[in-house]
């Protein structure tokens, strides 16, 4: 079973990413071959700053490290160093109806926060229908808002099958309902473009206010508090053991606790878990060439495949 997943370098990881995709994505190193990497293409919709788009690229790729995927299992690249998708991309668009791309909520989404509606931005699903089916991937890992992005890839895939044979393997999400969407501070997805996010590696001063300013009702102290609608005792349940979340749960419940001793809570279990990670991010950066080695590999590994289903792809239609 070949896995398969991205992550675009336009900024700095949070929580919402590591739920939704990285921690699923490096559980199921252990279930397949597993092939990650970095959609610097896909940043280009956004980014125009060669040294920004450089830095992120790296810096993902120091995070995800960190966060536990294992080079030595899976592959880790960027997605520009296997050009061949751009060349997938094309021959993909050449049968995907312009409408299927016009129902695109992302897209939509973004033009109505103002991002020039470039045709790169319009055609955005289908350099990702390329990315998974460039490497025969069966299972895609991916928070709640790649969903539609996965089904318009199988649809193109589907299309391309019923017009020059079975070429193309047809891949699953994988979608983990208690973490496909990770509430930011003001309660709506977490998201860089929304700036409500909590940075897995910021520092400790500006992960705490971070905490500190997660928006909640104004129920006093004594009042009891209902869990279900609280983005704190949500993020918490992702953090916390069964015991400790049920422990929070009856202290809503109960009232007596205020909202910022509850994010007080949250704050240090937050920076508990990831202090793992930090240390390990500490020795990746000690070690100068090993970023650029861990990329140099994954690459070499995913352009083996690529060629592979390229020759299959140019075979079929002709080229
Ligand atoms: P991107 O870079 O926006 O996000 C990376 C991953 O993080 C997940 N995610 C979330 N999951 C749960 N809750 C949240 N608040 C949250 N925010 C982000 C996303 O669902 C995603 O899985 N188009 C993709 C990148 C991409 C890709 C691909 C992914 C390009 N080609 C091929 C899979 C396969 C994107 O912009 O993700």
């Known amino acids: 079973m070949r896995i398969l997943s991205g992550i675009q370098p336009t900024g700095i990881l ?16 252990a279930e397949g071959e597993a092939f990650y990497f970095i959609a610097d293409y896909h940043a280009l919709t956004t980014i125009d700053n060669p040294e920004t788009l450089r830095a992120n690229s790296r810096r993902i790729a120091l995070d995800f490290l960190a966060c ?8 880790l690249f960027r997605q520009s160093d296997v050009p061949q998708v751009a060349e997938l991309a094309w021959i993909l668009s050449t049968v995907t109806p312009k409408a299927l791309l016009e129902r695109a909520h992302s897209y939509k989404d973004k033009v109505a926060r103002g991002l020039p509606a470039s045709a790169g931005l319009f055609t955005y699903p289908v350099l990702m229908a390329a990315d998974i089916l460039i490497y025969d991937s069966d299972l895609v890992p991916v928070g709640k808002d790649q969903k539609q992005h996965l089904e318009m ?35 709506q997805k977490m ?16 992960m705490r ?13 004594e009042a009891a508090k209902d869990p279900g609608s609280s983005t704190i005792f949500h993020l918490y349940s992702l ?26 809570q949250l704050f240090a279990k937050l920076w508990e878990y990831f202090e793992p990670m930090r240390k390990r991010r500490a020795e990746i950066l000690a070690d100068h060439d090993y970023i650029d080695t ?10 083996l495949v690529a060629d592979k289903v390229m020759a299959r792809v140019r075979e079929a239609v002709g080229l």
């Open 14 to 29: 949070h929580i919402g990413n590591y739920f939704g995709m990285m921690r699923p994505a490096i559980a199921l190193q």
């Open 153 to 187: 890839t199988r649809d193109i895939a589907l299309k391309f099958n019923e017009t020059f044979g079975g070429v193309l393997r047809l891949p699953e999400p994988h979608i983990q309902p208690a973490t496909e969407t990770v509430p930011g501070l003001d309660g």
């Open 209 to 221: 206010k971070r905490v500190m300013s997660i928006v909640t009702d104004s129920s006093p102290v």
């Open 68 to 75: 536990g995927l294992d080079p030595d299992r899976g592959a």
């Open 239 to 264: 953090f916390a053991s069964k015991d400790e979340t049920t422990a929070m749960r009856e202290a809503f419940q109960r009232g007596g606790t205020g909202y910022g001793d509850f994010k007080k």
């Open 294 to 303: 861990v990329l140099a590999r994954g690459a070499e590994r995913a352009n």
């Open 191 to 206: 998201s860089k473009s929304y700036g409500n996010t909590i940075d897995i590696f910021g520092d400790e001063k500006e």
